[in-house]
């Protein structure tokens, strides 16, 4: 028998207060066209001199996995799997910036290096001298989901013990409106930044957030496959990447109506990692036994016992289910 | 020379993010790599860019650089010997 997966922790740096939980009763407003993440003081997490070569991109990830590992009691995981949409994109910009400028021979090497998607990922390994599997996911707006599968995959192969899983994405005012023009941010959605860390663990004694019973991602399904796949869970809520944009929400009308339907993205905004914070929302809603009404339109708290489905759908093409289930016994 | 010796503090900081450090912080003579500013082989090629980009002066033998980089007093005599702009 395969032992169980547990999330030990969760941490986000996002619209919402960083690294706690305020967001479930106090939430911080987020709306307009943009809106930018609120940082902690970093220097809790590296000191000036390590942090001068580093972006906010950086910071963040190595801020929430740090914390994440803290807070779960490993300090070398087995794996460390990533997502991000684009990578460390204001670096990517500022060089872009100077090619344009000053063409190609006075290129500045920092914003270079750290113009490569796999920087957060093998920063995390660096500093935390984790040397073991280590990859970066760039799949859009299934980034987060694509690296958890991994992780996933990777425990159930029986390859690692551990891993921490993270999605993160910064987001520069010009490259949001890139990001509008091309459709990944749609009207009545908040463009916004997210970094999100998530320590996995297969059995082990240490306590847990809730455990991770199921994991998919499917491509094109027909509706018959979606039904199929439906009829295998029995939740409380489904935690939906409903934003309010009614196209981007009719990707969800297959789902039953009898289960309430949360939507963390009214809260949190929309990036390409976005559906990270719709995992670790659901994680601290299991460990504190509670859906608050926030992630519910305002209509009142909602009892935790079943589990949460989460739904990413992306593009209304590409899907992908997560349930996780409260501890037992506690 | 001062002058240049403090904008050439300012530009150091600038270009190699150096967040907590103030002009005054750093001592002329003082060596730049190792002890001193502590700085690295990165910030090695930061300040060849910005000695090409900001005082046209394109170093063709990289190996130079640990003698002009010696200290700010050193880095700025070269400069000044050197300019293009």
């Not at chain 1, 939507?263 to 949190?268: C, I, Q, R, S």
């Not at chain 2, 967040?19 to 690295?40: H, M, Q, R, S, T």
Request: glycine share 8%.
């Amino acid at each position: 028998m395969q032992e169980k997966i547990k999330v030990l922790s969760a941490k986000q740096i996002s619209v919402q207060k960083p690294l706690c939980e305020e967001w479930m009763d106090s939430p911080e407003a987020c709306s307009g066209q943009y809106a930018r993440a609120l940082d902690p003081d970093f220097r809790q997490f590296i000191s000036a001199g390590e942090s001068r070569r580093l972006g906010k991109l950086l910071k963040r990830a190595l801020a929430t996995s740090l914390s994440a590992l803290a807070d779960g009691g490993i300090a070398n995981p087995d794996a460390i799997v990533t997502g991000t949409g684009f990578g460390s994109i204001e670096n990517t910009e500022l060089f872009l910036d100077a090619l344009v400028r000053d063409g190609e021979q006075m290129l500045k090497p920092t914003q270079f290096m750290q113009s490569t998607h796999n920087t957060a990922s093998s920063l995390i390994g660096i500093n935390t001298v984790s040397h073991g599997y280590n990859s970066t996911y760039s799949q859009k707006g299934l980034s987060f989901d694509s690296a958890l599968y991994d992780a996933w995959l990777q425990f159930r192969l029986g390859r690692i013990g551990n891993a921490l899983v993270g999605a993160h994405d910064e987001m520069s005012p010009v490259f949001s409106t890139f990001m509008r023009k091309a459709g990944h941010v749609k009207d009545g959605e908040t463009c916004s930044e997210a970094a999100v860390s998530v320590l996995l663990e297969a059995g082990g004694e240490r306590p847990a957030m809730c455990t991770l019973e199921d994991l998919k991602i499917v491509n094109r399904p027909t509706s018959g496959e979606l039904e199929e796949i439906m009829s295998g869970y029995d939740p409380d809520a489904v935690m939906t990447g409903r934003s309010g944009n009614a196209e981007n929400d009719s990707w969800y009308s297959f789902l039953r109506s009898d289960v309430p339907q949360l939507a963390y993205k009214p809260l949190f905004g929309v990036s390409f990692s976005s559906s990270a914070l719709g995992f670790y929302a659901s994680a601290c809603c299991l460990k504190a036994g509670r859906i608050p009404s926030v992630l519910n339109g305002g209509n009142g708290d909602i009892a935790c016992r079943k589990g949460i489905l989460v739904v990413n759908v992306v593009e209304g093409r590409h899907h992908s289910f997560a349930l996780l289930k409260p501890v037992c016994g506690r | 020379m001062e002058e240049m010796i403090l904008k050439l503090k300012q530009e150091i900081i600038e270009v190699l993010n150096l967040e907590d450090v103030k002009p005054e912080d750093i001592d002329n003579d003082a060596p730049l790599f190792g002890e001193g500013l502590g700085l690295d082989s990165i910030d090695a090629l930061e300040l060849i860019v910005l000695m090409e980009k900001n005082y046209g002066i394109k170093l063709q033998d990289p190996a130079k650089g640990k003698e002009i980089f010696k200290s700010v007093n050193v880095m700025a005599d070269y400069i000044q010997k050197n300019r293009t702009k």
